[in-house]
């Protein structure tokens, strides 16, 4: 990796990096398509689209039973991948149960006024898979849903001849109530509109490719979703003190996910840039998925960056709004206070990002693009919604009595006033 000056960037060269592309809108026409007909065709759509996409020839959508199976027979052979889908999972409940809202009530001046937290009923949630193995992925997305409270959570994650096991109990060990063999668009099409087989749901989570971020934003206004999000990213932000092994360590594992991951590491110490730099190459070919990292690296959104100064490098980082985001320096609360745009923070040397994609409490479905200077990521918050309560006397009601039919009259609303006047006739 080639070691570039922040103040140097070209135009070009901060579009690329600012302005990441999930790449969505070169299949919006075919997810388009692929949408409408699973809307209008239900269980026969998404079969063929299986075949089709997949290779695969689906017999039952509804694999519940199986995920099911799959525990119980992990559980039986005592596999050591269950004890740590255990594990994680008991850390990522334990954090997201720490966010659920209580019920208030106070009185603000006679008036009785509160807010009140409810679950959506039903929630589908994407899980990665298929032959591939992507335990983290259910644990993410079931659990904040059970911990909400939601009533019924469906799952559905790409077929397969054979079906992951450990994916598959990971959902179960989430405690999702539904599991189906359906991905890509069609699995988000048949959980927003459902099927002869699918149970349709009021909203849709998790992550997936740019077809599934595609049909997510096709499907958006009839359900509701988390948000868009496109191929991972990492900032690392350092100064001297950090351990230049580490960064390189951070800016490689996000680069295995894909092609088109961002990696990103900013300092304003040249030699450990140039120190970073070297380590990054010296480490390429050792990873299994050399290829894969080698093309993350070298994209226009990957790069290792010298700032004159740390606060270059804060205002760099805020700009990028990073998904995760690594603060290796002297003082990482410091730099931390002044950083509001990231979906996840990782401080210090021993907090890998990996841990927080597995087993460290936090969730890892998080925003991409620069969405964290927006929202935030997938949260028990998620599945909840509010509604305010309030109750007034005769009393509290004749205190603001004026300055409502005032207010109610200035708009033209004459009825308005008159409900409250009526009250002390």
Do not use: C
């Not at 020839?57 to 799959?70: K, M, P, Q, S």
């Not at 269950?82 to 008991?90: I, K, P, S, T």
């Not at 949630?125 to 992925?137: E, Q």
């Not at 760099?316 to 996840?344: K, T």
Request: aromatic fraction near 6%; charged fraction near 25%; hydrophobic fraction near 45%.
């Amino acid at each position: 990796m080639n070691v570039r000056a922040v103040a140097d960037l070209s135009p070009a060269e901060r579009h690329a990096l600012f302005e990441r592309d999930a790449g969505i809108e070169a299949v919006r026409g075919d997810v388009e398509g692929i949408v409408d007909r699973v809307r209008t065709e239900g269980d026969v759509a998404v079969r063929e689209f299986a075949e089709e996409f997949d290779g695969v020839a689906v017999g039952n959508l509804d694999i519940t039973d199986e995920a099911a199976r799959a525990h119980a027979e992990l559980e039986d052979a005592a596999d050591p991948v269950l004890g740590a889908v255990r594990e994680a999972a008991d850390n990522v409940r334990a954090f997201h149960e720490r966010q659920r809202p209580e019920d208030w009530r106070e009185s603000f001046e006679g008036r009785e006024l509160g807010r009140r937290f409810r679950p959506i009923d039903r929630a589908g949630v994407y899980v990665p898979g298929g032959a591939a193995a992507y335990p983290s992925s259910a644990l993410m997305g079931v659990i904040p849903a059970v911990v909400a409270g939601v009533d019924h959570v469906s799952v559905a994650t790409p077929p397969a001849d054979d079906p992951n096991p450990v994916t598959l109990a990971a959902i179960h060990e989430a405690g999702a109530d539904a599991v189906y063999q359906v991905g890509g668009a069609q699995a988000i099409a048949a959980l927003a509109y459902g099927t002869e087989t699918v149970t349709t749901v009021e909203k849709v989570v998790g992550p997936g490719n740019k077809w599934v971020t595609a049909a997510k934003a096709e499907v958006q206004g009839d359900v509701e979703i988390d948000f868009l999000a496109g191929p991972s990213e990492v900032l690392v932000l350092a100064d001297d003190t950090a351990d230049p092994e580490y960064v390189a360590a951070e800016l490689l594992a996000q680069a295995e996910h894909d092609p088109n991951a961002s990696v990103v590491a900013v300092t304003d110490d040249a030699d450990l840039a140039d120190a970073v730099a070297r380590a990054v190459e010296a480490s390429v070919d050792e990873r299994e998925r050399a290829e894969t990292v080698r093309a993350a690296l070298e994209n226009d959104a990957s790069g290792v960056l010298h700032a004159r100064s740390m606060s270059e490098a804060v205002l760099f980082a805020e700009e990028y709004a990073a998904e995760h985001l690594s603060i290796m320096a002297d003082d990482e609360e410091a730099l931390l206070d002044r950083i509001s745009n990231a979906g996840s923070v990782f401080l210090g040397g021993y907090s890998p990002v990996a841990a927080g994609d597995y087993a460290a409490g936090p969730n890892h479905v998080l925003p991409t693009n620069g969405g964290a200077k927006r929202y935030g990521g997938l949260s028990v918050d998620t599945f909840l919604r509010s509604s305010t309560v309030q109750r007034l006397d005769r009393e509290a009601l004749s205190g603001i009595a004026d300055v409502v039919t005032t207010l109610a009259e200035a708009e033209g609303l004459e009825a308005h006033a008159e409900s409250v006047r009526k009250r002390f006739e």
